[in-house]
């Protein structure tokens, strides 16, 4: 995936060129590039992660009849952690910081906060590579191979939510 802070500062022309010229405008405005960036990254990720969900939501419903019966509870559970996962995604805090808040947010935090979302698209492909071994396990019909693949589904899924939950860490310059 390109990098979106590029995009987002592409040239400004003439208006630009004028208010760049206002004292601590540029900063600010630098600011704000990074922060949109990173929203439109997690709406990013939130979409591939949504898209995961609905394989695995379908992966699941093929496991309605057969030896998929006894590991839908589990794949069940797995589901709910990533729908959970897209709702942190969609609602993180984006890297604001008021004027009299303890914590001031600067421009490494912002770049850090990016690329600690940028590297959690690497978590999407984990977790689609687990819905691919589920999904072969059902179509092979091999009922002792599919609770190794559910558990490594929901193992993925849980550590990419950890991983997710240390983000504020990378806020607080924590990590």
């Given at each position: 995936m390109t990098d979106l802070r590029d995009t987002l500062t592409?040239?400004?022309?003439?208006?630009?060129?004028?208010?760049?010229?206002?004292?601590?405008?540029?900063?600010?405005k630098d600011k704000e590039l990074r922060r949109e960036a990173d929203s439109l990254l997690r709406d990013h990720l939130a979409l591939q992660?949504?898209?995961?969900?609905?394989?695995?939501?379908?992966?699941?419903?093929?496991?309605?009849?057969g030896p998929g019966m006894m590991q839908l509870d589990d794949i069940g559970q797995a589901n709910t952690r990533l729908q959970t996962l897209i709702d942190k995604v969609k609602t993180a805090a984006q890297g604001y910081a008021g004027l009299l808040d303890a914590v001031?947010?600067?421009e490494e935090e912002l770049d850090l906060l990016y690329e600690f979302d940028h590297n959690?698209?690497?978590?999407?492909?984990e977790i689609g590579e687990a819905i691919e071994?589920?999904?072969?396990?059902v179509n092979s019909g091999?009922?002792?191979?599919?609770?190794?693949t559910v558990r490594r589904y929901t193992?993925?899924?849980?550590?990419?939510?950890?991983?997710?939950?240390?983000?504020?860490?990378?806020?607080?310059?924590?990590?």
């Open positions: 592409g040239p400004d022309g003439w208006f630009g060129a004028i208010v760049n010229k206002i004292p601590f405008y540029k900063g600010y992660l949504s898209q995961q969900l609905s394989r695995a939501e379908d992966v699941g419903s093929q496991m309605l009849t001031k947010i600067q959690m698209l690497t978590k999407v492909d071994a589920v999904q072969a396990a091999d009922g002792e191979a599919l609770p190794a193992a993925t899924v849980t550590e990419a939510s950890a991983l997710f939950d240390r983000r504020k860490e990378t806020i607080l310059g924590l990590s």
